[in-house]
């Protein structure tokens, strides 16, 4: 069965280094997302992206987060220098359109 | 914007027995989906079921079913046959058609599920 893979599954960083976290969205999707969950709290949405440009983000998606897809498989999130207030459960998620979003397994981040 | 509101923080089942977890929701909207998600301690996101707005049969996948009453914006969870394997908490999510396809998920606070043996 097709699913979202995500890697690293724990990414831990110092403050103010940049990270990078990798999704492999299911093959035939074409709706990519990212979301983010603070230990405890609720899920909450990041970005949107499509036709390779971000169809709606939220505002914690500031200046320090940016999205690519740099090849035909791959989705990144990268947050160029993070705070510790950036450690979080950080989930991918992609949908074919209309419907259901798969999830990915999640990236631990932790920033020290 | 939307809301999604889940008013209960725990609940707990005994194992073999039903259970039915709340949802409520906030839109002005008349054509949306709804979803109930899984998260076990691995913490993956897991999709459980489904229910478009404009269905007025309730979706149902196995043991679990919903009971979507659109005029009161409720969507409530059924989990039949409780196994130990349900235990987890579980969120339920709104998805507007309105701004077409890549539109995003509204998740609620969650609930944590606890299935006594």
């Known amino acids: 069965e097709p699913e979202v893979t995500q890697t690293p599954s724990h990414q831990v960083t110092q403050m103010g280094q940049e990270v990078i976290l990798r999704c492999v969205p299911i093959s035939n999707h074409l709706y990519f997302y990212w979301y983010r969950q603070i230990l405890g709290q609720k899920v909450e949405f990041l970005v949107s992206?499509?036709?390779?440009?971000?169809?709606?983000k939220s505002e914690i998606f500031d200046d320090q987060f940016s999205v690519e897809r740099p090849d035909g498989s791959n989705f990144t999130l990268k947050i160029r220098s993070t705070k510790l207030e950036d450690s979080a459960m950080y989930f991918c998620?992609?949908?074919?359109?209309?419907?259901?979003?798969?999830f990915g397994q999640g990236t631990r981040l932790t920033v020290v | 914007a939307q809301t999604v509101t889940q008013s209960q923080p725990e609940m707990s089942v005994q194992e073999a027995e039903t259970v039915t977890l709340s949802c409520t929701y906030d839109t002005s909207e008349s054509d949306y989906y709804l979803f109930w998600y899984k998260q076990p301690p691995s913490r993956q996101m897991i999709l459980v079921i489904r229910?478009?707005?404009?269905?007025?049969q309730n979706a149902t996948e196995n043991r679990f079913s919903v009971n979507f009453q659109k005029a009161a914006k409720s969507f409530s969870l059924k989990i039949s046959d409780s196994q130990l394997g349900d235990a987890a908490m579980y969120f339920c999510a709104y998805r507007t058609t309105l701004s077409g396809a890549n539109s995003k998920l509204t998740f609620g606070k969650g609930i944590t599920l606890s299935v006594r043996p």
């Open positions: 229910q478009e707005a404009y269905k007025q």
């Open positions: 998620a992609s949908s074919a359109g209309l419907g259901s979003a798969f």
């Open positions: 992206f499509y036709n390779n440009e971000i169809s709606e």
